[in-house]
């Protein structure tokens, strides 16, 4: 099992940078950087890409509404030829607030559009002429759009690696079912060992039926706070927001992927009330209606031996990429403990 860890993405990038290398000593794999609405993350890959030597440094994630899917094959060859065949590229369709309110660009066919996208970088990245003709993209433009003058080409750089890792993140079935068949790698939000199969696991098995045996075994990435204490509700509790703000107000009231997770999951009337009260502007309210257990179930706090259970509880279930936020007067330390604790899983 690989160690990852999620940066913030408010800014403090040398103070982060640093951070990340004392993190890469202590054992950690993967270094995820976000692009929400704030900073790009290719910028500050590129950066980490020059403070790092072995930590392989993933988009997490790159909507794929903003770039066109050759920009994206390049943004990845890019960073991976900065860091010697580290990057990974993440991709996501974000969300209809995010990409049509902060973008401009309507957000349709998610799925779709993934998938072809997948192609259209694996294409570029062998440097084979780009000549695509999809549903959503069509490369070059077909007759009748724009000049007319638009040629099939190949990239002119020769990438590091002609397979960079490709991890999506999907909840849906459909998207789950495609990223399954299509993908390296999975990046759920709120993995919850004990009911991910009955989630997920229909889903996954069907795409999984149709991958091509040649990509490997597909990664998939669950984790969140880890704290070793005996007193965990504090720690817990540093979750409510964030769950707050995505099962409540991470969408719309009858378009929120977060809030239907939250229902598949058991919890449809705390799903709800959650989402009623923070759409009401009562957020204090609706984080505290994150039910204890979903907190307990998706995150790792509590005394060594309750942490020790949780991370072969996510072992058991697949996961492969432990992903976490340490919480802890020393997370480098913590870092530390949890890769000898995984190494011995």
Same mark, same amino acid.
């Given at each position: 099992m690989k160690l990852a860890m999620q940066l913030q993405y408010s800014g403090g990038f040398k103070e982060s940078a640093r951070q990340?290398?004392?993190?890469? *000593?202590? !054992?950690?794999?993967?270094?995820? @950087?976000?692009?929400?609405?704030?900073?790009?993350?290719?910028?500050?890959? !590129?950066?980490?890409?020059?403070?790092? &030597?072995?930590?392989?440094?993933?988009?997490?994630?790159l909507p794929i509404y903003t770039r066109t899917p050759t920009l994206l094959a390049m943004t990845a060859a890019g960073v991976d030829a900065m860091t010697d065949g580290r990057c990974i590229l993440g991709l996501g369709a974000s969300g209809p607030q995010v990409i049509e309110g902060f973008h401009g660009v309507a957000y349709d066919a998610p799925v779709g559009r993934t998938r072809e996208i997948i192609d259209i970088c694996r294409m570029t990245w062998k440097r084979e002429r780009v000549s695509y003709d999809g549903r959503y993209y069509q490369l070059p433009l077909p007759e009748g759009q724009g000049t007319g003058l638009g040629k099939p080409l190949k990239m002119i750089s020769h990438p590091v690696r002609e397979e960079i890792p490709i991890y999506v993140a999907s909840l849906g079935p459909a998207n789950v079912r495609m990223t399954a068949e299509m993908a390296d790698g999975w990046l759920p939000i709120f993995y919850m060992p004990?009911?991910?199969?009955? @989630?997920?696991?229909?889903?996954?098995?069907? !795409?999984?039926?149709?991958?091509?045996?040649?990509?490997?075994p597909l990664q998939t990435v669950g984790g969140g706070i880890v704290a070793i204490t005996d007193d965990p509700d504090p720690i817990l509790d540093l979750g409510r927001g964030m769950a707050a703000l995505y099962i409540g107000g991470m969408g719309?009231? &009858?378009?929120?992927? %977060?809030?239907?997770?939250?229902?598949?999951?058991?919890?449809?009337? &705390?799903? *709800?009330?959650v989402q009623d009260l923070y759409?009401?502007? *009562?957020? *204090?309210?609706?984080?505290?209606e994150i039910p204890r257990?979903?907190?307990?179930?998706?995150?790792?706090? !509590?005394?060594?031996?309750?942490?020790?259970?949780?991370?072969?509880? %996510?072992?058991?279930?697949?996961?492969?990429?432990?992903? @976490?936020?340490?919480?802890?007067?020393?997370p480098t330390g913590l870092l530390g403990k949890l890769r000898t604790w995984v190494d011995e899983l």
């Open positions: 990340v290398s004392e993190y890469e *000593k202590a !054992g950690l794999d993967i270094v995820w @950087v976000a692009e929400a609405y704030g900073f790009d993350a290719p910028s500050f890959m !590129g950066y980490l890409a020059a403070t790092t &030597e072995t930590i392989q440094i993933g988009a997490g994630i004990e009911r991910a199969d009955e @989630v997920w696991g229909d889903d996954l098995r069907a !795409g999984l039926a149709k991958r091509d045996p040649s990509l490997g719309a009231r &009858e378009r929120n992927f %977060y809030n239907q997770l939250a229902c598949r999951y058991g919890y449809e009337a &705390e799903a *709800k009330a759409l009401d502007g *009562k957020k *204090k309210e609706a984080a505290a257990e979903f907190l307990e179930l998706t995150n790792m706090v !509590g005394p060594e031996g309750w942490i020790r259970d949780r991370l072969a509880a %996510y072992a058991e279930a697949g996961v492969s990429v432990l992903n @976490v936020i340490p919480v802890s007067d020393d």
